[in-house]
T-cell receptor, first 108, second 113 residues
Framework: GQNIDQPTEMTATEGAIVQINCTYQTSGFNGLFWYQQHAGEAPTFLSYNVLDGLEEKGRFSSFLSRSKGYSYLLLKELQMKDSASYLC?????????FGAGTTVTVRA | ETGVTQSPTHLIKTRGQQVTLRCSSQSGHNTVSWYQQALGQGPQFIFQYYREEENGRGNFPPRFSGLQFPNYSSELNVNALELDDSALYLC????????????FGPGTRLLVL
């Protein structure tokens, strides 16, 4: 099974950068996903890493180190609408295991 | 818009009752997964169906059961409801083995009184 850890809360200022770390232990790694979830809504896909390295997608980037069981999501040029929960999820075969989520609050 | 729909959006039940939640996947997605998300937590995997057969199960009791139909729709059934079953129930669909994300529906919020 998986053990996925991420910080509970983070606060940052509009225009700043925030990095959300995720560590995991898994018996059959098949990719790591980051999702954004606004309160009361479904998770929406942000990024996917299966090989080591950095994936960049506009203001969002995600990094993976499989040997360290570590990933991070980098949010640049923060906007108020980025206030949400960010979920790290590890895939084993087709099963996704989620962390508890990191609530990011963006302040003006 | 993910192309995945769920019904109903909200539901209130009492302890001991039974509930059926429905999901309609994207056309061509042969895999559907169901998740339970309690307030302030990440989604927890309930089970997955592939081509109408259960294809993996999380740590949930047998009173949680499911069905998948050939028309890309599926059901989650919960018997003997308990207060702790109150949560957001999410379904997600994908093409098995594809290197892509699961696509989540908007969820059904269940309240058990």
């Amino acid at each position: 099974g998986q053990n996925i850890d991420q910080p509970t809360e983070m606060t940052a200022t509009e225009g700043a950068i925030v990095q959300i770390n995720c560590t995991y232990q898994t018996s059959g790694f098949n990719g790591l996903f980051w999702y954004q979830q606004h309160a009361g809504e479904a998770p929406t896909f942000l990024s996917y890493n299966v090989l080591d390295g950095l994936e960049e997608k506009g203001r969002f980037s995600s990094f993976l180190s499989r040997s360290k069981g570590y990933s991070y999501l980098l949010l640049k040029e923060l906007q108020m609408k980025d206030s949400a929960s960010y979920l790290c999820a590890v895939r084993e075969r087709d099963k996704l295991s989620f962390g508890a989520g990191t609530t990011v609050t963006v302040r003006a | 818009e993910t192309g995945v729909t769920q019904s109903p959006t909200h539901l209130i039940k009492t302890r001991g009752q039974q509930v059926t939640l429905r999901c309609s996947s994207q056309s061509g997605h042969n895999t559907v997964s169901w998740y339970q998300q309690a307030l302030g937590q990440g989604p927890q995997f309930i089970f997955q169906y592939y081509r109408e057969e259960e294809n993996g199960r999380g740590n949930f009791p047998p009173r949680f059961s499911g069905l998948q139909f050939p028309n890309y729709s599926s059901e989650l059934n919960v018997n003997a409801l308990e207060l702790d079953d109150s949560a957001l129930y999410l379904c997600a669909s994908n093409v098995a083995g594809a290197k892509e994300t699961q696509y989540f529906g908007p969820g059904t919020r269940l309240l058990v009184l």
